[in-house]
């Protein structure tokens, strides 16, 4: 072994180490472990920031931006109220979406799967008051099982039938990985059924802070359209939609305020209703209703849009001039370019309609305005800002519009016309430029420190390779395969694969490994083709890291998980895919020839 490859192991030995313990940000410990690299002469200067423009990460980055887009674009929202009924515990989301994301991923990529799926794991979470921690990991690892189905659900696959074309003149075909993969993602869902109790419970994404008090229900203003579904309804249908979760304070119709309409009142065209329930309730219900939200105080011509245009909520300060005063008294838009479009007022509810409501000191207020703006505004109003969430409520909906453009793209890139990272960045671009999504909010939903990890960690998993360390582990390899029974080969070829993929790619992984099992294979006289399907097997099967796999890193922020979290959901999943994997793969495809 030389010095460099000794040098690159032991950082890379450091690093792991650190990720475990988990006493400094993931993103620091990567960045130390490539400063320690370059400065050691493992990795040349001039590639120290190599990773920044690897496909890796603008597909990461991509595929943070394309998820943001569909969860804002409501298509999630009809899914979820389908779903929703049949699936109230934590385990039968687990189920639930782990099932979709095995079949989905089945026949497109994973991480294109898991990009779609995201948003409705997340609310999901949100609707049954439970974490995304619990539903994230394991829809990662369901993704990752997907891959093993066919021929195209993922690059291990493709790659591996590539090099049997090479030795034997004859690729894999579709479903050759079907009776093995299949097999195997049936049980790995089965034990995330039951496996996700592994998980820290009430784990909070990474970048958010909880607010330091607690926020009531708001309450805000609706109109019935022309086309509003609950037209000639009762308002029971209306409270129906929210499942209770949005309930009908008041209702004003011709002029005159009616407290609290029995559940049994039509409804008519022209009605305003006042509405209370919490903001993402309430975005629900105003879709689906296909009712109009009444902004405080803004013309139809005022009417704000725009990628500039936010919505955020903040806090009455005891020295605000809104404190004793209305919205209609203040003139907001008219003044400060800001509508008013909910108030929370803790301990009690509001029944007058919002533009003759005296605000209050502590009252929590939604406005949408400029969001350039937002610093003077505050501070002349001396209202407070809380700590970020995403709030949609009173933003414009794009329908199908992110979802045709990603299945576009997603189209492009099975069909071998475009790289992944080219149709998922080109996805973006057009969703941009039809504001699907607005660029401020494109930026909002990348993670920073996981896209740092990425980037500084690619240069150190690269040394592995040009160093020699990926020869020197083959080698190794061989020599104690050499003394086992044909299957404990075999389970180390699978083994093997499993480990190396954190520290370079899936590809790189069948890449390097796929030529030494087939090569092993010949020289303990064998078939080579169960020996590719165990690189093809253990190489997608990366449970142990952050890192591995994009899907992995992709729902590390938002799940707030820690390295420690994937070792704790993803060792017994491992196991069971050596152990069940092994002498599937055998049955499936004979060892001898």
Known sequence: MTGAQITVFAILAMAMVMFVWGRFRHDVVAMLALLAAVLAGVVPAEKAFSGLTDDVVILVACALIISGAIARSGVMDVLLQRLAPFIISTRSQVIALTALAAVFSGFVKNIAALAVLMPLAIQLAQRSNSSPSMLLMPLSFAALLGGLVTLIAGSPNIIVSRVRTELTGNPFSMFDFTPVGATLALAGVGYLAFGYRLLPSGRKASGTTDVAFNISDYTTEVRLVSDSIIVGKPASDFEALSDGAVVIVALIRDGRRRLRPSRSTTLREGDIMLVEGEPQALERVVVKSKVALVRQHATPAAEQSGDDVAVIEVVVNPQSMLVGRTPEELRLFDRFNINLLAVSRSGARIDNRLGSTQLRAGDVVIIQGDINQFSDVLEKLDCLPLAQRKIQFGQSRNGLIPVGIFAVAIGLAVSGTLPVAIAFFGAVVVMLLVGAVPAREAYDNLDGSILVMLAAF??????????????????????????????????????????????????????????????????????????????????SCDFLTPFGHQCNTLVMGPGGYRFGDYVRLGLPLSLLIVVLGVPLIAFVWPLLK
């Open 458 to 539: 690619i240069p150190v998993s690269d040394a592995v390779r040009a160093t020699g360390g990926t020869d020197l582990l083959a080698g190794w390899l061989s020599t104690i395969a050499q003394h086992l029974p044909t299957v404990g080969a075999m389970a180390l070829v699978l083994v093997a694969a499993m480990l190396v993929t954190p520290f370079l790619n899936n590809a790189a992984t069948v890449l390097v490994m796929a030529p030494i099992a087939a090569g092993l294979a010949t020289k303990l006289g064998l078939n080579a083709d169960p020996f590719l399907m165990a690189v093809a097997v253990g190489a």
